[in-house]
């Protein structure tokens, strides 16, 4: 059981690829959340979830790490101030919170980071525990994609595209 209160956020480091890898390639094999190639080998996570984005950040607890997010701009240029990010929990320690306090985390690090938004591009309709979610975080589902993801049991399912304003009202 994973105590949340003990749980530490913090940026993430180049060196600490090692722990996680580890849960990148257990929820990219599963081909059921994420639209990664099954068959991303460590380097391409690598590029992907360290070096692409604005910045990543692993949960840890007791000097194992349980999960990670990386947040980076949407669009580029004149949608930059549009973030978006992407989680993963170690199966271990899923049900548990992690994911939420991830998110919370996210939401503030965003605005630090000048975000005014942020939205989830592809969130698979199948993956009910995630939506519901992202929802009760403040996301509001705002698009449906038929058919937009390839999921490795079910076939071809639904996503939809969740967003949230984080920024001041103009």
């Known amino acids: 059981m994973v105590d949340t209160v003990s749980i530490n956020i913090r940026p993430a480091t180049f060196g600490e690829f090692d722990a996680i890898w580890p849960l990148i390639a257990e929820a990219v094999n599963a081909a059921d959340t994420y639209p990664f190639d099954p068959r991303m080998n460590k380097d391409e996570a690598f590029t992907a979830w360290m070096e692409t984005p604005h910045a990543t950040y692993v949960a840890e607890a007791d000097g194992e790490v349980l999960g990670t997010y990386y947040l980076k701009p949407n669009q580029p240029a004149l949608g930059a101030h549009v973030c978006n990010a992407g ?26 980071l000048g975000y005014q938004a942020m939205q989830y591009n592809l969130v698979v309709a199948t993956n009910t525990v995630a939506v519901k979610l ?3 975080c403040g996301f509001s589902i705002i698009g449906l994609l038929p058919k937009a993801f390839r999921h490795r049991h079910l076939g071809l399912v639904d996503a939809y595209v969740m967003y949230q304003w984080i920024g001041e009202d103009e």
């Open 87 to 112: 989680y993963i929990v170690a199966r271990a320690a899923r049900g548990q919170g992690l994911g939420r306090a991830m998110c919370k985390h996210s939401l503030e690090a965003a605005r630090v």
């Open 134 to 136: 992202w929802q009760e």
